[in-house]
Each structure stands twice: as C-alpha cells, then as structure tokens.
C-alpha cells in the first residue's frame, strides 16, 4: 500500500497535479475564496446551516439499498447501491451547490454565477439559489441551450437568468470562458459556482469536500448493514465529483479497491469517448493539470459520450493523482454497455438510473459475477434516469 501524503497542498497541488493555471485577474478571487472558505468551513453556523438543509431540504442521508435482485442475477458479489438519485433534484449535485450557495451567503455576496453543459448542474444551482434568494445567472452555449430545452425551462422556473453563449462552438467551454469574464468583473458580489471537482485551486477541494458526505454516510451505513467495509467501491466519472465524493472515506482503508468508470463512448479505438484517465494525456485544461483528451498539436479534443453529465474532456486532478499512485483503478465501458445496463437496473430493481450512473452498474455486471458471494460491491448511483428517458428512447428507436 503507497502511503498517501496530506494533499492538496498549500497551492492545490495533488502531486504534479492541480494547481492554478489561472489569469492574472483572476488570482485575486481564487485566493480569497480559498481563505474565505478555510475559515468558514469549520465554522459553527455554517456547518449547522448546512447538514439542516442537506436533511430538510435535500433528504439526507441518503440509504444504501442490498440490490438482491441484480445480486442473484449475477451470481457473484453482493450489491449496494449508494442512492443518490433519491436526493432532492434527483442527482449527488445538489451537494455541492448547497454548500457553495450557503459559503456565498457567508461570503456576504448575493449573485451566483454557473456555466452548464447539460444543464444538470444549471439546475441544481438555480434551485439552490431560489431557496437561499440569490441572484443566478447561468451561462449556457447556444448549441447546448437548443439540445437541453426542458433544463433551460426548468432553470428559468426556478427564476436563473439563463444567458445563451454563441461564441467558438456555442457549447459548454464557450460557456466556461464567459463565467469566468463575469466574475472577474463582478467579484465584489459574485461567486462562481463550479459544479465538478474540477477547475483551478481551490475548486476541487471544496467541491470534493461538499460531496465527501456521500462516502462518509457510505461507510457508516456499510458498518452498520455489513458489519464490513466494502471490498470494491465503483462510481462513474465525468469530471470526478460523485466519484471522488464516494471514495474519499475509502481512500486510507487500503483493503477497499477503489474503481473509476469512465465514458468509452463508441469504443477507445474509435476516439469517439469522454475516457481521460483510460487514455488522455497529462495537460492543461479549465485552469488546473490533470489527464485530459488533446491532440498531437495539444488542442482540446471533442468528447462523446451516450450520457451528457459524463461528456467532458478533463477529469479532476484527484482522479489523476490517485491514478498515478495506483490507489485507484479507472477503467470505461461503452454507450452500449451503458444503455444494457440501464435496461437490467429497470428490469431487475425497479430503478431507472442516469445515464451517467449507468456506466458505474455496467463494470458491476462485469465484475461482480467473477467475485465470490463473500465479497461486497458498493456502487455510487449517482442520479435519476427520468432526465434520459428521451435519450434511451431514441437509441433504442421507440418514438414517443
Ligand atoms: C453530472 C453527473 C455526473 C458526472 O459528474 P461528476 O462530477 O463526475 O460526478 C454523474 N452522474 C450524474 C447523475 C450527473 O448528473
């Protein structure tokens, strides 16, 4: 077993890792943030504020449920799903949201800014900011606001200001570039929301502290119903925060195998995937190092995956460093593997699950049946399926 050094470090490195790729208006912000919220996060309002709304408001602790089911139809392990699709709005995001919400409110600024690909964490931001009364501004590619239109909906319902982005390719990054101009020039009442463990210092150890609630309910409730630690933890990676959330109670318990899944797309081969720790390479993406998908000229390469949360070219700089120290294996199944799984989960369990939470079930299906039944499996489900059921429907050519 490697022995794990105390990280990140004071300016966010997790070994070669992280850091703050960052403009030079914008050090400013990311310093104070990172000094705000090391003196905040201890604090006595703040953390009684916060673990009130996670349970009144958010539904905490979520419960792990024994899928006896998927477990006898596979043969092998034993199944926990985490259920993070029962969380209000129907996914692990809200964790962060929250926290980030309630730290601009002790920031004593009322205005949040966030960026949304799929519109997920859009969502989840613009229900945080209308239960704490802040002003939301979300920035959304154009090509991004036509493909999500029900998320835009339910961003404006929730009273977010929804500003479509129509520079470079209209999409998510387009988005992220704009965020960040809006917060250099309104730091003084803003606060920028990032929704992954992504991003420069100190972004990935706030986000990944937020939803370290995940892996610490995890493992209590695993004591408690197994009288055990799990011997394998698996969660799907986009940018890492579900999964890095889930493992962070497991990362010193060196009998527990940690496994990232990531999005193979249409197949590795095929450079069709969002998989950057499987086969990225190290870079620099979105202001922190970390394995991303880049060219031989080191332009930023599109990614594809089946499922939008897990459709991003980076992954956050923990993933890579406990990649690198071999702490955690990451590994990718396919769009179709993804879509068989959902199929099996709706059919054995009664649970339709993310898309994105799909892939996560499909390296159990592949792992769990190799395992004697003495072993345990405790996998992240991270989200609800109900935002994919357009999505599976096409793929699966049912017109609705
Ligand atoms: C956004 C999303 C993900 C991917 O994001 P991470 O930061 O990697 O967790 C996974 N599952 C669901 C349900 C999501 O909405």
Known sequence: ???????????????????????????????????????????????????????????????????????????????????EDLSHTGAHKINNALGQGLLTKQMGKNRIIA?????????????????????????????DIKRQALNVFRMKLLGAKVVPVSTGSKTLKDAINEAMRDWVANVE???????????????????????????????????????????????????????IGLFNAFINKPSVNLIGVEAGGHGIKTGEHSASLSSGEIGVLHGSMSYILQDTNGQITEAHSISAGLDYPGVGPEHSYLKDIKRAKYTSV????????????????????????????AEVIKIAPKLSKTKTILVGLSGRGDKDIETVAKQLNVNL
């Open 115 to 143: 960026e949304t690909g799929a519109g997920q964490h859009g969502v989840a931001t613009a229900t945080v900011a209308s239960i704490l009364k802040q002003d939301c501004v979300i920035y959304m590619g154009e090509e």
């Open 1 to 83: 077993m490697v022995k794990i050094r105390k990280y990140p470090d004071k300016t966010g490195h997790f070994g070669k890792f992280g850091g703050q790729f960052a403009p030079e208006t914008l050090m400013h912000a990311l310093e104070e943030l990172n000094s705000f919220y090391l003196n905040t996060k201890n604090d006595k309002n703040f953390k009684n504020s916060l673990s009130m709304l996670l349970k009144t408001y958010v539904g905490r602790p979520t419960p792990i449920f024994f899928a006896s089911n998927l477990t006898k139809k596979l043969g092998g392990a034993k199944i926990y799903f985490k259920r």
């Open 189 to 243: 009442t803003s606060h920028y929301l990032i929704g992954s463990a992504v991003g420069p210092h100190p972004y990935p150890r706030i986000v990944k502290d937020f939803q370290s609630i995940i892996g610490d309910e995890s493992l209590t409730q695993m004591l408690k119903t197994e009288g055990n630690l799990p011997d394998y933890v698996i969660a799907c990676v986009g940018g890492g925060s579900n999964a």
């Open 334 to 361: 396919t769009d179709s593997e993804a879509l068989n799984a959902f199929e099996i989960l709706c059919n054995t369990e009664g649970i339709i699950p993310a898309l994105e939470s799909s892939h996560a079930i």
